[in-house]
């Protein structure tokens, strides 16, 4: 079975800094995705960047990029400049390839101080 | 482009009584997928519909059913609700060809008393 694990309950970074949120996950497929949501208070779950398992480059939008390490099964997130609407419930979760089932990690709530 | 829309966005019940949620997928997804999130934890999977047929299911007791209609909209039925269905339920829709790529609804938020 496919796991998600996010090490990180909590977050904290100062606005305009960098963090790093991380994520390991277990599978023994070759076809999948990742993926990091946000879940701000409001509740809705956003899209914030996908990977696919067969691409070498790591997937960047904006000021969002991953560190895609395959062999080890991590899929970090780096939010650059960060800004107090990044504050959120951030969920790293895998898909296989065409599979409307994910499996997601209990969370990081990051917190974005002035 | 319409995003995903869940009702009602709140829901109170009482133990034992009988829910229907609601859910409208992105405007040309037809594959719709539904989640529970307990609070402080990531969702789970319930189950996925495609063509009007439940396509995969997560581990719920079979009194979590559902339904998908010609319009790809989709209903949540949960019978019989214990205390422990108290939570935020998530719909995700996604196109066919890339349904690992789901857009999720605001969610409804069940509080079983």
């Known amino acids: 079975a496919q796991t998600v694990t996010q090490s990180q309950p909590e977050m904290s970074v100062q606005e305009a800094e960098t963090v790093t949120l991380s994520c390991t996950y277990d599978t023994s497929e070759s076809d999948y995705y990742l993926f990091w949501y946000k879940q701000p208070p409001s509740r809705q779950m956003i899209l914030v960047i996908r990977q696919e398992a067969y691409k070498q480059q790591n997937a960047t939008e904006n000021r969002f990029s991953v560190n895609f390490q395959k062999a080890a099964k991590s899929f970090s997130l780096k939010i650059s400049d960060s800004q107090l609407g990044d504050a959120a419930m951030y969920f790293c979760a895998y898909a296989l390839t065409n599979a409307g089932k994910s499996t997601f990690g209990d969370g990081t709530t990051l917190t974005v101080k002035p | 482009e319409t995003g995903v829309t869940q009702s009602p966005t709140h829901l109170i019940k009482t133990r034992g009584q009988q829910v229907t949620l609601r859910c409208s997928s992105q405007s040309g997804h037809n594959t719709v997928s539904w989640y529970q999130q307990a609070l402080g934890q990531g969702p789970q999977f319930i189950f996925q519909?495609?063509?009007?047929?439940?396509?995969g299911r997560g581990n719920f007791p079979p009194r979590f059913s559902g339904l998908q209609f010609p319009n790809y909209s989709s209903e949540l039925n949960v019978n019989a609700l214990e205390l422990d269905d108290s939570a935020l339920y998530l719909c995700?829709?996604?196109?066919?060809?890339?349904?690992?790529?789901?857009?999720f609804g605001p969610g409804t938020r069940l509080l079983v008393l």
């Open positions: 995700a829709s996604s196109l066919t060809g890339e349904r690992e790529t789901q857009y």
């Open positions: 519909y495609y063509r009007e047929e439940e396509n």
